[in-house]
């Protein structure tokens, strides 16, 4: 299994980011998918979740509203749009492989490397 994550970096208060995490070495459509991140000196927490078919998603309170969960099962990819960003989404984002087809609750299965997002003035 490998989850390869791109699109971090570096961006003001208020500005968007496109997070995007290519999957290998399993069947991406049989899985669901999720975003963790983790800030300096915090503990790794759940961003969002998305159900095997991309039908079904779930966000933590902190990004609802603001974030958006997607994949393209024929790509083999999943996707963290980031919308109005604050200086509190500041953190390392993971992409995750669950263990089964459904999301909640999340059973991290394997993880990728992390993408930096540094959001700053």
């Known amino acids: 299994v490998q989850l390869v994550e791109s699109g971090g970096g570096l961006v003001q208060p208020g500005g968007s980011l496109t997070l995007s995490c290519v999957a290998s070495?399993?069947?991406?459509?049989?899985?669901?998918m999720s975003w963790y991140r983790q800030a300096p000196g915090k503990e790794r927490e759940l961003v969002a979740g998305i159900a095997s078919g991309g039908s079904n998603s779930k966000y933590a309170d902190s990004v609802k509203g603001r974030f958006t969960i997607s994949r393209d099962n024929v790509a083999k990819t999943v996707y963290l749009q980031m919308n109005s960003l604050k200086p509190e989404d500041t953190a390392v984002y993971y992409c995750?492989?669950?263990?089964?087809?459904?999301?909640?609750?999340?059973?991290?299965?394997?993880w990728g490397q992390g993408t930096q997002v540094t959001v700053s003035s």
């Open positions: 070495g399993f069947t991406f459509s049989t899985y669901a």
């Open positions: 995750v492989k669950e263990r089964y087809w459904y999301y909640d609750p999340s059973r991290p299965d394997y």
